[in-house]
């Protein structure tokens, strides 16, 4: 599956960003307006299910990582750095380690790195079905209240376009678990969901650096993000 990529700026090197569940490649706009503006080429993809790319009622996690190796390939696209939120971070955490993608500097921002798999696909269609109907501009002002306007608008917008069918395919397939390798970053709300304390421990004792930002939200930039820019400066000090 070839997956939609926003593309923008231009220079010797580039940075890929995934972003999480019910997301879009606009996600990413503060991040992407900053790395175009330091000579930095970006790609930014839709993952399956999402924005502009295609959906698929079988989807696995597996799927879905080689989707993405396959879309950079095809772009030629060999990231210096890749950025993975959430669930984008999972399929990065699992193209890196099945061998199907090299990412340069891999980052993780919030991210799990193993699921269970194996969820009800009828419950988990609904579940996801409930979260797209519940991501509408008043709600996202009400709820998300670090969200600007414009956030409102791309996310309202994203979760229009998301696919539950294919997230919940994707929540019955397969389970697996995914390390991150040693010298990768991990960027984490404190607290967090999916890095808590005992997992931040794990990682860091593994050799992958674990970076926390005090009452940051689940999309770390969006609510803290000059915290988020200062945590990375492998990514925009280089």
Do not use: N
């Amino acid at each position: 599956m070839l997956l939609h990529a926003e593309t923008t700026g231009a220079g010797p090197e580039a940075v890929v960003l995934l972003h999480g569940m019910t997301g879009s490649a606009e996600s990413w706009w503060r991040i992407t307006g900053l790395l175009a503006d330091r000579g930095v080429r970006v790609a930014a993809l839709d993952l399956p299910g999402h924005g502009r790319s295609p959906r698929c009622p079988t989807m696995t996690v597996l799927d879905a990582a080689a989707s993405v190796a396959q879309t950079l390939d095809t772009l030629g696209v060999r990231p210096t750095v890749t950025l993975g939120h959430s669930f984008g971070g999972l399929l990065l955490a699992a193209a890196v380690a099945t061998g199907r993608f090299d990412p340069g500097f891999a980052v993780y921002v919030d991210a799990p790195f193993a699921t269970r798999g194996g969820h009800d696909r009828t419950e988990a269609q609904a579940e996801y079905v409930a979260e797209r109907d519940s991501r509408t501009m008043d709600r996202l002002r009400a709820d998300k209240p670090h969200y600007g306007e414009r956030d409102c608008q791309v996310e309202a917008l994203a979760a229009s376009r998301f696919d539950p069918a294919t997230a919940a395919a994707i929540a019955a397939g397969p389970g697996g678990s995914w390390p991150p390798r040693p010298g990768s970053v991990v960027v984490r709300a404190d607290p967090s969901h999916y890095v808590d304390d005992e997992t931040a421990a794990a990682l860091a004792s593994s050799g992958v650096k674990v970076r926390s930002i005090p009452g940051a939200a689940h999309s770390v930039w969006y609510s803290h993000f000059d915290a988020f820019v200062a945590a990375l400066p492998e990514v925009f000090d280089r």
